[in-house]
């Protein structure tokens, strides 16, 4: 897309957010590039059971589920080696894994941004990693708001924690923007009815498409003029 089409874009977009009060961003695939984080992570666990390894085709599953379900998907269901698999991963130290992680360009600079003018939440569906993970990168002090699956019943694209945000801050859906990546973040943005922001992905379907969150300068008054 070329810079005046996306400036056309995001004025359309901003006339269908008048009212906006909250931004949600998605973890992996938004605040990270967690591709090759996960990859390595599960092949760990599939080699310390004597599974398989990782095929091309799975690393889209598990970039964008929780670990009870990529692990179900990667082990064939609920047995002898899911259980192994489940257990060792409560054992493992996510630390070494986190150094494969690489923060998305302009991703503070935004958040920072985001902060003065609106609140912010992370809706992830990563589980007991994500704290450790906002504080070894310096970015939970960024978020008002972090719910992962470990705090729902039922993870993304399961309405859940969108709508656990949205109480928390006593907002409607149209009063929230929700920035992600994949299928998972599209069906739970249209199961809630919240505005959406596809990140990197222009198959989704998606109010606005951006590759840089500088293209998102347009929601702050800093840059309306310019």
Known sequence: ???ETHKKACEEFIRRVPVLKVIALDCDGVLF????????FYSHIMKVIGGPPL???QHEF???????E????LTGGQGEDFDRALNYFRTIDFGPFNGYLRCEPGLVAFLKLAGKHFRTALATNRTVSTLELLRQFNLRHYFDL?????DVRNPKPHPEIMEKILAAFGVLPQHLLYIGDSRVDEELALATGVHFVSYKNPALKAELHINHFEDLNCLFPEFSTK
């Open 70 to 73: 990529s692990l179900i998907y």
């Open 55 to 57: 095929r091309e085709d």
């Open 146 to 150: 972090v719910v992962s699956a470990s």
């Open 33 to 40: 590039d967690s591709r090759e984080a996960n990859i390595h």
């Open 1 to 3: 897309m070329d810079q």
């Open 62 to 68: 598990i970039h964008m589920h929780p670990v009870r």
